[in-house]
């Protein structure tokens, strides 16, 4: 074997790079990870992590009026953004001193700089000079894609822009229907944010459960958001009082900040992957095999940057199977069937499996299981929020292919339906499982009758 400067060297550390680089490192190997920005990536530093601090530093505003509800006096309750950011900010720090003390403990060397390849096996890394590697992966995550041809995109911010804004806006308009404007427009909207959310298709939330994406889209409008449909920006331009917002419908309206939430690219732009024959697809991402192997016979790819599943803990378990496969002899391939999620919004949804309308194209025959009802909590506080709880059951196996919730610990509770599925659960079975009470939860076991909408004799 020639005589390379480290057995792995991986370009990213977020997510799937730093579980990639330990896992290796403590295998024995000889490792490196190059960072340009902090460490922690997307999830840590401008994802998942500060976006559930955001979420729960909204959902204090709802949770005021429910404790008036319930006897409490809440006078004078106001929201200091800069303190928040700063708390934030000082977490997400310790929480990327983490990652940094993890990797090198595990072994591995950290090196601060852009890495690009100048061949399969060097790399160039941003003031630090040539480096060699047996074996590279590439871990670079993705990142917002913002629509550039679009006059006035330069005025808008993306989610990146969105941590670290310096004063609340009063009005924001965010556009997008997927997981971040969504999320973002709970949050905006329970910190008193004027918000409008603008999404060009006929609803929200696409690819998720139709019930749960109108479901969400009502309850958004309860906590304040207005929700745009099938329209969308043609300009944003600066105004005397803001920012005004032209749609294709010919409305438009005022704003102070214009947020973009449509979608994320792989980041694989300018690392020299093309000019080492590593392929990519049509949307730019690193094209792999069911090994995270790329074209390139000693290049491997996790993460959103090959954008199979773009979700943290599905880059984490790409990282270690690509371990296993590599450096323990183990070969290994992450299943990317049953991947439970959660859309932070509020109420939240909690998904797992199949929406109806696939479900229907993949197995024909459904029973459709649905309940929609007040929370205990909220029944003499005079709030309106609703929770919905849908299973959707192949007829022919009485198999669970599809598990939707959207309210308040929906994510908490996906996680555990997410066992059964992914173990094949029946209906039967599910029903066997006894209660717990008095919790939301316990809907989701105590529904035996089929779902039969409006107008329909029988649900095919
Ligand atoms: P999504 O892919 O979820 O949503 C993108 C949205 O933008 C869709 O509503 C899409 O509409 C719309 N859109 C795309 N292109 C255009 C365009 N040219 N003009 C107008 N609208 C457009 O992307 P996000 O940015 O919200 O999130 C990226 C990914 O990050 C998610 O898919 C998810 O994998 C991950 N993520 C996960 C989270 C979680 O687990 N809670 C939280 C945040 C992100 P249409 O539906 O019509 O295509």
Redesign the pocket.
């Known amino acids: 074997m020639a005589n390379y400067d480290y057995d792995l060297f991986v370009i990213g550390a977020g997510s799937g790079g730093v579980r990639a680089a330990r896992m290796a490192a403590m295998s024995g190997a000889r490792v490196a990870v190059a960072e340009e920005h902090r460490v922690g990536g997307t999830c840590v530093i401008r ?2 992590v500060p ?1 559930k601090f955001m979420v729960y530093a909204s959902e204090f505003a709802h949770h005021f009026k429910t404790a008036e509800g319930y006897g409490w006096t809440v006078e004078g309750a106001t929201f200091d953004w800069p303190r928040f950011l700063a708390e934030k900010d000082k977490e997400i720090a310790r929480l990327s001193g983490i990652y940094v003390r993890n990797l090198q403990n595990a072994g591995a060397e950290l090196l601060h700089g852009r890495a690009t390849l100048t061949d399969a096996h060097t790399v160039e890394v941003a003031g630090r000079g040539t480096v060699t590697a047996d074996k590279i992966l590439i871990a670079t995550g993705g990142q ?2 913002m ?1 550039t041809e679009l006059p006035g995109c330069e005025l808008a911010i993306s ?1 990146n822009e969105a941590f670290h804004l310096e004063a609340l806006p009063k009005r924001i308009v965010i ?7 969504v ?1 973002f427009a709970g949050i905006f909207a329970g910190l008193g944010v004027e918000t409008t959310l603008v ?3 006929p609803n ?1 939330l ?1 690819g998720f459960d139709d019930d749960v994406r109108s479901h969400v889209a009502e309850e958004l409008e309860k906590r304040g958001v207005k929700v745009l449909l099938a329209t ?1 920006h043609t300009a944003v331009e600066k105004a005397a009082g803001g920012l005004d917002n032209r749609f294709a419908n010919g409305h438009h309206c005022e704003s102070d900040v214009v947020m973009f ?4 690219v792989p980041h694989t732009a300018g690392l020299g992957l093309e000019q080492v024959g590593v392929k990519l697809t049509e949307n730019g991402a690193v094209a792999v095999d069911d090994y995270s192997k790329s074209s390139v016979d000693n290049i491997w790819a996790v993460g959103d940057v090959t954008d199979r ?3 943290t803990p599905v880059a984490i378990r790409e990282g270690a199977a690509f371990v296993e496969t590599v450096f323990n002899d183990r070969p290994t391939r992450f299943d990317h069937e049953m991947v439970a ?4 919004s509020q109420p939240p949804v909690g998904s797992v499996g199949l929406s109806e309308a696939e479900a229907r194209k993949q197995y024909g025959k459904l029973d459709i299981y649905l309940a929609r009802f007040k929370a205990m909590k909220y029944t003499f506080t005079g709030q309106d929020e609703r929770c919905l709880m849908k299973l959707v059951v192949d007829q022919a196996t009485q198999k669970v292919v599809g598990c939707h919730v959207v309210s308040p610990d929906a994510p908490e509770m996906i996680q555990m339906a997410a066992i059964a599925m992914k173990l094949g659960v029946t209906k039967a079975q599910w029903d066997s499982t006894c209660a717990v009470h008095p919790t939301l939860a316990e809907e989701l076991v105590t529904m035996r009758e089929k779902y039969v909408p409006l107008g329909m004799g029988q649900v095919a």
């Open positions: 994802g998942c976006k917002p894609w629509p989610s556009a997008g229907g997927g997981y971040i404007a999320e999404h060009r298709g929200i696409r969308q939430a449509l979608g994320r599943i773009n979700l999620s959660a859309v932070f």
